[in-house]
């Protein structure tokens, strides 16, 4: 595979290409969340990208992932940024069912876990500070145990908000407990709480309602994406203890999702949105990010994210604010395009699959093939690589900025890479899956609120 971890391109985008495809549907309307990980669909509309394809888009926010994913499979959206874990979880029927497809990734890393500054104090004595005082990154969910520990013996339960069940949110909160010794509770086809031995509770919130509710004291810490954990430090309400660049370094977080039945009736249209959305995704990691700030006042609107821009800033622009005045350089906690941030890598959809197994949302142990056929359905690398193709052979990217010679897999990821030591590699999901210390392993079910091996 080639390796162009470290490059980052100088932006050659300098005229409107000619169109690459001919659209089938040329007015489009796609939903997204107020999150900044929405800036491609964002940047693509606002520079000219979608207009260029011969698209004219409208950006339509949404309320919440559920009702986002439900008007895209039922045609009210042509299509939507939407979690990682929602076109795979939909195609097998886990929640909402519907055949969701995936030709771009659209970004990685870009989440925090923020915890109140109640329980910051109680974790602070359990945290190992540096010599400038400051906690020594990154901070494991170690330091949080003995707080559960004390809540649980005053009987008073330990709340947390994500997302969504099937949100990446969720799987990296559960990931960064367990890593830490915290069992954050299984699922099973009889309880979809995702509470059964659950020494943390995990529970649904939305993005926008996170720092809110935190404050009223509904929850206790909260993963979420930006600008919604620095929305936390800004307030004063709470202290962003982890990202998930910490936790597993350059994790893909979301994708553009379009129903199966949409690119059949419309592939060239879903070739030209594909490649709108590379630009996009390029203009924004381009020139070392020197179109950030631009990009902060776009996201800055109402009609897109709404936050105020010193908030989007904190994150978008190098930099992650933990403690208050705790700011440090974290160049990399959102990556549009460098890296192969955009190619939708079929160990992506792997992963998900494996942490939806291992918390029992898949009830039932699969063989490895099962894991790799079912990545193979959602995700679309061939549709990928027809749209970025054509921007090599018009000029627009040079050849060496993509990855075309992977079979879909990334190279795994090392120990060094994710906060537990266990690496990742996506080939053999089973193997990785009976590596980790807390969830279910091979043959193990949940039945009676009971894990039971077969």
Do not use: C
Request: proline content about 7%.
């Amino acid at each position: 595979m080639k390796r162009f971890a470290t490059l980052l391109l100088t932006s050659t985008i300098l005229a409107a290409p000619a169109m690459a495809f001919d659209v089938e549907k040329d007015e489009l309307t796609l939903g997204f969340i107020k999150l900044t990980d929405m800036a491609p669909l964002a940047i693509a509309k606002e520079k000219g990208f979608f207009e260029d394809e011969g698209l004219f888009v409208t950006l339509e926010a949404q309320s919440n992932w559920k009702v986002l994913l439900d008007r895209v499979i039922s045609g009210e959206l042509d299509g939507a940024h939407m979690l990682a874990g929602q076109p795979t979880a939909a195609t097998i029927g886990y929640g909402t069912k519907g055949d969701i497809i995936t030709p771009f990734s659209m970004d990685l890393n870009g989440n925090g876990i923020t915890v109140s500054n109640e329980i910051w104090e109680m974790m602070k004595p359990h945290v190992e500070m540096g010599a400038d005082g400051k906690p020594k990154h990154p901070i494991s969910a170690a330091a949080l145990k003995p707080v559960i520990e004390t809540f649980k013996a005053e009987g008073k339960p330990f709340n947390m908000g994500m997302v969504f069940p099937v949100s990446p949110h969720n799987y990296e909160l559960r990931y960064w407990l367990a890593a830490g010794g915290i069992n954050p509770g299984l699922y099973s086809p009889e309880d979809v709480s995702g509470q059964i031995g659950a020494d943390a509770l995990l529970s649904v919130t939305p993005p926008p309602q996170m720092p809110a509710t935190l404050e009223a004291g509904t929850i206790h810490g909260y993963s979420v994406g930006e600008p919604w954990n620095q929305a936390a430090v800004f307030k004063g309400i709470g202290v962003p203890v982890v990202t998930d660049y910490e936790i597993w370094k350059n994790n893909p977080e979301k994708v553009f999702g379009v129903t199966a039945a949409f690119n059949d009736e419309n592939p060239e249209t879903v070739k030209a949105l594909t490649r709108a959305l590379i630009r996009a995704a390029e203009w924004l990691d381009a020139d070392m990010n020197a179109n950030r700030a631009e990009a902060v006042e776009i996201l800055s609107r109402p009609e897109y994210v709404g936050a105020d821009k010193a908030v989007i800033a904190n994150s978008m622009t190098g930099t992650f604010e933990y403690e208050k005045g705790d700011k440090r350089e974290v160049p990399d906690f959102n990556v549009f395009f460098r890296y192969n941030a955009t190619f939708p890598y079929y160990s992506d959809a792997v992963w998900y699959l494996t942490q939806m197994r291992r918390w029992g949302q898949i009830a039932e142990a699969k063989p490895d093939a099962w894991y790799d056929e079912t990545a193979k359905k959602v995700y679309r690398p061939d549709i990928y690589e027809a749209a970025a193709k054509s921007l090599i052979e018009d000029g627009t990217l040079p050849a060496e900025a993509f990855d075309f010679d992977a079979d879909g897999y990334r190279e795994p990821t090392p120990a060094a890479d994710i906060i537990d030591g266990v690496p990742y590699d996506g080939h053999q999901p089973n193997a990785y899956l009976d590596s980790l210390t807390i969830g279910l392993k091979d043959g193990e079910t949940v039945s009676g609120g009971e894990v039971v091996a077969n």
